[in-house]
């Protein structure tokens, strides 16, 4: 009997401890979501991408760098990105062939706080289609606070088929 007792009152105590930690601990830094997971030639794709800042200090410098998946590389999707919106201080993404590009997020980033972007772009209309073809991304993330940096790399992002 008194060793049930034991052990129920340390499962309680671990229950209480556990409940303890921060709101954010299992925040993940870097989340995302597409509107489209189909899309045709000539038809813009927005992915948006949400910065959580998972520290216990606001984040005074960061960037999020992306470049296509291998497979969008390996298989030749044609697209480019055609707008940055959002929560940044500049976007170098936007332009004619634009497939990578680095955004920085607007500072400070409060403890617990998120910003978000939108990174549009347009399937190119003599862009390989069908199948398994998809257009997706790979997101690098860095934050800076004074209790510690946040990287996140090689955070595959959303797909999107791209059909005929």
């Not at 340390?10 to 229950?15: I, N, P, R, S, V």
């Not at 401890?17 to 030639?41: I, Q, R």
């Not at 170098?92 to 998120?114: D, E, F, Q, R, Y």
């Not at 939108?118 to 004074?146: M, Q, R, V």
């Amino acid at each position: 009997m008194r060793r049930s007792a034991f052990i129920g009152a340390c499962l309680l105590a671990l229950g209480l401890v556990g409940s303890a930690l921060p709101a954010n601990a299992a925040a993940e830094p870097l989340t995302f979501a597409v509107d489209k997971t189909t899309a045709k030639h000539g038809e813009t794709v927005t992915v948006t991408v949400t910065v959580t800042n998972t520290s216990t200090t606001p984040g005074q410098f960061g960037y999020l760098y992306f470049e296509p998946t291998y497979g969008t590389d390996f298989n030749q999707l044609k697209y480019e990105f055609t707008g940055c919106s959002g929560d940044i201080s500049d976007c170098n993404a936007v332009g004619p062939n634009s497939h990578k590009g680095t955004l920085h997020p607007k500072v400070p980033i409060p403890a617990g706080g998120t910003e978000t972007f939108a990174l549009a772009y347009k399937i190119a209309d003599d862009s390989p289609c069908g199948g398994t073809l998809s257009i997706g991304h790979n997101f690098w993330l860095y934050l800076e606070t004074a209790s510690g940096n946040i990287e996140k790399q090689g955070v595959a992002g959303p797909l999107t088929s791209v059909s005929c």
